[in-house]
């Protein structure tokens, strides 16, 4: 398997401008998390879907951000309009069953909003 | 909500010290996983624990799950260089509204001197 896949790798986009990050979890994984990394906040769930079906978006940091996962191979998160303090590494991760089970985590998206 | 603290945040050891970071939940656990992320990598998955007390070894490193499953820590003994990275404890939620919920502790940073 070619494990969990997100892109773009790397996005740079000036402030008020709409960001799509993309992934594709490991076929057959029901569950699939975002996730924000920064310095000064660390690792923070953002939001998480089991089965196509969003449970727990209280990561998300305001209205300004949105996610969907229209199907089982494939999930966005969308911001818009972007801020400069919306730069950070967007990581996107998938797991088998519950939600304890060991996650799977893409390579991730480097996102600067100038 | 869980709460998830590591110290310490940083750590620099030379060649051939040991190692030890440190795990505390706010709340009883249902199990904790270890994840290590080489710099400018994304996060791995070491291991996980889940029974009161216990320990699992996995080459230098020793992984122990406190006997109440509010903490736990990992340790490397006789550290190298290929183990800088930053190291993050991830708790599963034992109850309440965010019932198996993984929450990430903020890391701690490992550099090795050679």
């Known amino acids: 398997d070619a494990g969990v896949i997100q892109s773009p790798r790397h996005e740079v986009t000036e402030m008020g401008q709409e960001v799509t990050l993309r992934c594709k979890p490991i076929?057959?994984?029901?569950?699939l998390f975002w996730y924000r990394q920064t310095m000064m906040r660390g690792l923070e769930l953002l939001i998480y879907?089991?089965?196509?079906?969003?449970?727990?978006d209280s990561g998300m940091p305001e209205d300004r951000f949105s996610a969907k996962m229209p199907n089982a191979s494939f999930s966005t998160l969308k911001i818009q309009p972007s801020e400069p303090r919306d730069s950070a590494v967007y990581f996107c991760?998938?797991?088998?069953?519950?939600?304890?089970?060991?996650?799977?985590f893409g390579p991730g998206t480097r996102l600067t909003v100038l | 909500g869980q709460q998830v603290m590591q110290i310490p945040q940083y750590q620099h050891v030379q060649e051939g010290e040991d190692f030890t970071t440190y795990c505390n939940s706010s709340?009883?656990?249902?199990?904790i996983q270890w994840y290590k992320q080489r710099p400018g990598g994304h996060p791995v998955f070491l291991i996980q624990?889940?029974?009161?007390?216990e320990v699992k070894k996995q080459k230098r490193l020793t992984f122990q799950f406190g006997e109440a499953k509010k903490n736990s820590s990992l340790h490397i003994t006789a550290t190298q260089t290929t183990d800088v990275g930053t190291y993050f404890c991830?708790?599963?939620?034992?109850?309440?509204?965010?019932?198996?919920?993984?929450?990430f502790g903020q890391g701690t940073i490992l550099t090795v001197h050679p």
């Open positions: 991830a708790g599963g939620n034992a109850g309440g509204t965010s019932y198996g919920k993984l929450t």
């Open positions: 624990l889940v029974k009161s007390g």
């Open positions: 879907f089991n089965n196509n079906v969003p449970i727990d």
């Open positions: 709340t009883t656990l249902s199990n």
């Open positions: 991760a998938s797991s088998l069953g519950r939600t304890t089970d060991t996650q799977y």
């Open positions: 076929s057959g994984h029901d569950y």
